[in-house]
């Protein structure tokens, strides 16, 4: 037909988290912004740390333009890199250097460079998902070649199965992606997990006698509250690839910048690391936001401030759950799982459409029958929805 009939698919065919915020957009229109009480997208609402902003604005009044402008090496600026390197090695003693390290525009191009790395062409690749996933996460391994394969969790805690994941590990297994704290579901997963995982990825890896890969997705790793630790999985697994992304922890999405952090004591990790090259060559993912890479070099110990969103958590968790609402405390990000009241949870969705709730149903998640609630957002916003929260839970008694 002239054209990519899949990439059409997915051009043409928006995700529901957009889908409901166009709808949203129309509604505030029609009945003011303060009567919507719109919970479905990620986007951080606590600003970027004021010595990021005075950052950018001292980089462009004393910087040397054409260099801050101007390309970077493909892997990103040796200096930006050594920086991220050191940074890693004072926080979790890994031993990393600059040369594993490659500058992205955020975790979403880190993820699709990771994957096309490490999925051979023909080879009928799999690569394990948890759910609940982050959506766009079949997108990229489909893109690469790979095919999803989606495991389920723990009830309740939804900790990752480990039975179920040594059950769906066989000898097309390439690659595994861990994301925690979790998208959609604000669980962080713990030490104990980690190790069962870790254990079961290294036997497996020798049963099968190749390296199944662990790519580490770490955009909420600075969002935990009540100093809940998540652990850094290149200290668990040799195997390990992070993708990192400023996006969340410096609430710097619109600027696309994060990294990717190749283990130094992986196999073969100087090949895997050209591979990543290679892959963010093929994908045109080179020279990552020439700007950005300076600043967050400036301000790699910078923090935003995370107490409205654990306020956010707090008054969310304790009243829903007191109005019978179920779902798992979360310890990170800024997302919270709730449990349709119905089965289906697209028609719970529109019922609370109705009381100008907006919340995303969580099917293309990987689990039926919930909905998350993004609440970065204004502390005000979250206590005026509690009474439409209240009335339509009484729809269902
Ligand atoms: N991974 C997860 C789990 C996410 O939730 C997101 C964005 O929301 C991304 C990756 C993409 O992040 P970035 O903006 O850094 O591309």
Do not use: W
């Not at 283990?263 to 093929?282: E, F, H, T, W």
């Not at 609630?373 to 502390?379: S, V």
């Amino acid at each position: 037909m002239g054209y990519n009939q899949k990439m059409y698919g997915l051009g043409s065919k928006r995700s529901i988290i957009r889908e409901i915020f166009e709808y949203s957009k129309t509604r505030a229109a029609q009945i003011g912004a303060e009567n919507v009480y719109d919970f479905s997208l990620g986007n951080p609402s606590v600003p970027a740390p004021a010595e990021v902003n005075q950052t950018i604005k001292e980089l462009l009044e004393t910087g040397n333009s054409v260099l801050l402008h101007g390309y970077t090496s493909a892997q990103g600026d040796a200096g930006v890199r050594s920086v991220i390197a050191e940074k890693i090695n004072r926080d979790f003693n890994v031993g990393i250097s600059l040369n594993h390290i490659y500058m992205t525009c955020g975790a979403a191009a880190s993820l699709s460079i990771c994957l096309k790395a490490l999925i051979e062409d023909g080879e009928d690749d799999e690569c394990i998902v948890f759910a609940p996933f982050f959506t766009e996460y079949r997108v990229f391994i489909e893109n690469a070649g790979g095919k999803i394969i989606i495991s389920q969790p723990m009830e309740k805690t939804f900790q990752i199965n480990i039975a179920d994941f040594e059950g769906k590990i066989n000898a097309h297994t390439k690659a595994v992606i861990v994301n925690s704290p979790n998208n959609p579901s604000g669980v962080v997963y713990s030490e104990e997990t980690v190790k069962k995982l870790c254990e079961v990825l290294t036997r497996k890896s020798k049963e099968f006698g190749h390296a199944i890969y662990l790519i580490a997705d770490e955009p909420y790793r600075e969002l935990v509250y009540s100093g809940v630790e998540v652990p850094y999985l290149m200290n668990y697994y040799d195997n390990t690839l992070v993708c990192y992304s400023y996006s969340k922890s410096l609430s710097l999405p619109g600027e696309r910048i994060g990294y990717i952090a190749v283990c130094p004591k992986m196999q073969d990790c100087q090949n895997i690391y050209l591979a990543v090259c290679g892959a963010g060559r093929s994908l045109g993912y080179v020279c990552a936001p020439s700007l950005f890479q300076q600043v967050i070099s400036r301000c790699a110990d910078a923090k935003v401030n995370i107490d409205v969103y654990k306020e956010n958590r707090d008054i969310l968790y304790d009243n829903l759950t007191s109005f019978g609402y179920e779902c798992v405390k979360p310890d990170g990000a800024f997302y919270l799982f709730v449990k349709a009241l119905e089965e289906d949870a697209y028609k719970f969705y529109e019922k609370a459409k109705t009381h100008e709730i907006l919340v995303v149903p969580c099917d293309d998640f990987g689990v039926k029958g919930y909905v998350r609630i993004a609440y970065c957002t204004d502390k005000s916003r979250v206590e005026g929805a509690l009474p439409a929260f209240r009335e339509l839970a009484k729809e269902y008694q």
